[in-house]
């Protein structure tokens, strides 16, 4: 390839995996999906894409690197904090799950495909992982409770290495059969793989969060160093013990994610991030190197081993690993549903797949496209039906369409009674129990404490809300909370009262509006202006627009008088009024706005509690 093709081969990945993110997040489905789908149409069906081609030698090292970095990523979101409760179905999950499934395809690839028990066991092993790849992005759209979505979370990055080891440690068993060291090599392997990962994993954690925490490194440097630590000790355990890197990797990220006072979020934010950008690509490259005619070659029986590993393997490991814990039919029923395989089981069937032709295995090169048609079946099946089959078992969390509050004053409990009257998940939060106490009195969900503190980031609920009202006194805890959750709900969703101190600054005293999110309201007032209001006797209404009282009518009865801070339209949708919005609401919306004095127009509606996401 010349230079020229080269670059647009990665040009036209790089539009390929932003095509394929928007489309998902526009069709809200997993995005592995439209990934596959962009490298097989890229490959083997139109031939534009040439991985091998591409990168040359350099494709397996990249790919290595890549999984290594999405592993530690996900690992850094696993909290020992989230286990009493689910630790017994994770260990079992990553023990007697992992055997199980193992064991059901290496038999059923023995006896459908006519595999000789080599390279059954060893497409077992491949196959047996799920990973943080597909688990994460699939958890997304999904949305299940707690309980399901930290199973699966921590069953999803804990599996990766774990699979790969025991694909390693099948792989050295193969190439020395028929010897006398064949036992005592695979068993060495296990022990060198697991010691040296462990070893340099805890050691690099440690390492790192000494670093962070004692400040040795200026917070600009700290995402680079946590590049460089993450690459440098997966090639480092590799070179010593071969295939120990995704272990060691794993457990650096679930060391430092739970090391006391180390804050790892700013490099979890820049590692998400990365990892976006690694699984788009390895996607659509691995997906393009997959050979089709080989894979239709092997008939219907790639389709019912497909179905085995679907409809057997699983459900057969989650009611073992399940049996005697809290988890409910409902929720059992949709971990047995959710295991689709990822990255780390296309990567390594790559890697192996060679090695072992390359020795004389016959059927070798058939691992990648079975691997590939088990991770495509899976990623399919279940990114098209497990976000209907959760809401219907009633375990699908919300969508994220409520408020959380900064403050449980007059005015905060007033926009959130409106709110919550509506049908709309709130939750109000404070430092001050007088307030709190009043919220609780008038049924309104709290939280006593300070929302950006460590208890908040441990305890908050924050499942079901989608955006932020900053309605404290106190200018700055506005400007706290809005930096503390922008990663949250995104800038677009945060509101703010000034405060009359904010109002009389000039630009340089005054935080930027990056900082403090929109201005609440239209037209916009500041908290003493809307306290006062209140306390004078005007009130937040509600006020359903039908045919004969519309929005032009509900202009000429309130003129200037109304502030509107609210519409929820015929969807459930809900909008905020803010001085750059443009909002038309029609008939059958519902407002919520200040209106002076008692309005015998108004009438307060008190629907069905429904949750709609923003459009």
């Known amino acids: 390839m010349t230079e020229q093709d080269i670059l647009i081969s990665l040009a036209a990945l790089g539009i390929a995996s932003l095509a394929s993110q928007w489309l998902a997040w526009r069709l809200r489905l997993p995005a592995i999906l439209f990934l ?43 909290r020992v904090s989230e286990l009493p409760g689910i630790g017994t179905v994770v260990r079992r999950l990553i023990g007697i799950g992992a055997l199980t499934t193992w064991g059901v395809i290496t038999l059923s690839a023995h006896w459908l495909l006519g595999f000789d028990w080599d390279l059954a066991l060893l497409l077992g092993s491949l196959t047996l992982v799920t990973g943080p790849t597909v688990i994460v992005p699939m958890l997304r759209v999904v949305r299940p409770n707690a309980a399901v979505a930290n ?24 190439i020395t059969r028929g010897t006398e060291a064949a036992w005592t090599q695979s068993v060495q392997t296990f022990g060198g793989v697991l010691l040296c990962g462990t070893v340099l994993g805890i050691a690099g954690g440690w390492t790192l969060g000494q670093l962070v925490k004692r400040h040795w490194l200026p917070e600009y440097l700290q995402n680079l160093a946590t590049l460089a630590s993450v690459l440098g000790v997966f090639v480092t355990a590799n070179t010593l013990v071969h295939e120990s890197g995704l272990l060691a990797v794993t457990l650096m990220g679930i060391w430092l994610a739970n090391m006391r006072d180390v804050d790892v979020r700013d490099i979890l934010h820049f590692k998400e991030n990365l990892s976006i950008l690694l699984i788009s690509g390895l996607f659509i490259l691995l997906a393009a190197m997959l050979d089709l005619t080989a894979l239709l070659e092997l008939g219907p029986a790639v389709l019912i081993l497909l179905l085995i590993v679907q409809f057997v393997a699983r459900p057969l490991a989650i009611a073992l690993c399940t049996w005697g814990s809290q988890l409910n039919w409902r929720e059992r029923l949709l971990l047995a549903w959710i295991a689709p395989r990822g990255i780390v089981a296309a990567a390594v069937s790559a890697i192996f797949a060679v090695r072992l032709d390359e020795t004389g295995h016959e059927d070798a090169l058939l691992l990648v496209p079975l691997t590939f048609a088990v991770i495509i079946g899976t990623v399919v099946l279940q990114s098209a039906t497990a976000r209907p089959l959760a809401r219907l078992l009633k375990v699908a969390e919300p969508p994220p369409s409520g408020f959380l509050i900064v403050g449980a004053n007059p005015v905060a409990r007033a926009l959130g009674r409106a709110l919550s009257e509506q049908g709309i998940r709130v939750m109000l939060t404070d430092s001050s129990w007088d307030n709190i106490h009043a919220a609780r009195m008038e049924n309104l969900p709290t939280y006593y404490g300070n929302p950006a503190s460590q208890h908040a980031e441990n305890h908050l609920d924050l499942v079901g809300l989608g955006h932020l009202l900053a ?18 709900f995104g800038g677009d969703r945060l509101f703010n009262l000034a405060s009359t101190q904010e109002s009389r600054r000039s630009d340089k005293h005054r935080p930027s509006d990056e900082h403090r999110g929109r201005p609440l309201g239209t037209p916009t007032l500041t908290y003493p202006q809307l306290a006062g209001r209140l306390a004078r006797g005007d009130s937040i209404k509600s006020n359903k627009l039908t045919e004969t009282f519309g929005w032009s009518e509900y202009q000429a009865l309130h003129g200037s008088g109304a502030i509107l801070y609210f519409a929820i339209d015929n969807h459930g949708h809900t909008h905020v009024f803010h001085p750059d919005a443009r909002i038309k609401p029609d008939a059958g919306w519902t407002l919520i706005a200040l209106t002076e004095g008692a309005d015998s127009h108004a009438t307060v509606n008190k629907p069905e509690p429904r949750h709609s996401p923003l459009p």
């Open 471 to 488: 309605l404290s006194p106190v200018g700055e805890m506005n400007t706290l909370a809005a930096m503390r959750f922008r990663h949250d």
């Open 36 to 78: 596959l789908l962009s490298g097989i149409l890229a490959g083997p069906v139109l031939g534009w894409l040439n991985p091998t081609q591409l990168f040359g030698p350099l494709l397996f090292p990249l790919v290595s690197l890549a999984v290594a970095l999405i592993l530690f990523e996900g690992s850094l979101t696993l």
């Open 151 to 174: 199973i699966l979370r921590w069953e999803g990055i804990i599996i990766d290495p774990i699979g790969a080891l025991l694909a390693v440690v099948v792989y050295s068993f193969i």
